[in-house]
Nanobody, 122 residues
């Protein structure tokens, strides 16, 4: 059975930083691309960032480019999202996802975590 477990998010002031992690089990992690999505209150879930199974390619939503960094540690079955220069509009529930295909996750497929709340106070 596949499990994706996100770290606890939290409350951070605007301009601050936070790092999320997501530990995967039940999959051959090195063969999976990983991604982060988020859903703000009253809005649809949106793509944030993704990293290919090789780690060689990363993708970012335009509004987080230059502020967020996705990375992975295959030895720990873990994907990270380093979030810097946080803004109030980054407030959302953040979800980790796994699938061999980044496109599949973008289409809502793959395995998903339960989500973790990130709140940015202005």
């Amino acid at each position: 059975q596949v499990h994706l477990t996100e770290s606890t998010g939290g409350l951070v002031q605007a301009g601050g930083s936070l790092r999320l992690s997501c530990v995967a089990s039940g999959i051959t992690f090195s063969r999976y691309s990983m991604a982060w999505f988020r859903q703000a209150p009253g809005k649809e879930r949106e793509f944030v960032a993704a990293i290919s199974f090789s780690g060689g390619t990363t993708y970012y939503e335009e509004s987080v480019k230059g502020r967020f960094t996705i990375s992975r540690d295959d030895a720990k079955n873990t994907v990270y999202l380093q979030m810097n220069s946080l803004k109030s509009e980054d407030t959302a529930v953040y979800y980790c996802a796994a699938d061999p295909s980044v496109t599949a996750m973008y289409n809502g497929e793959g395995h998903w975590g339960q989500g973790t709340q990130v709140t940015v106070s202005s």
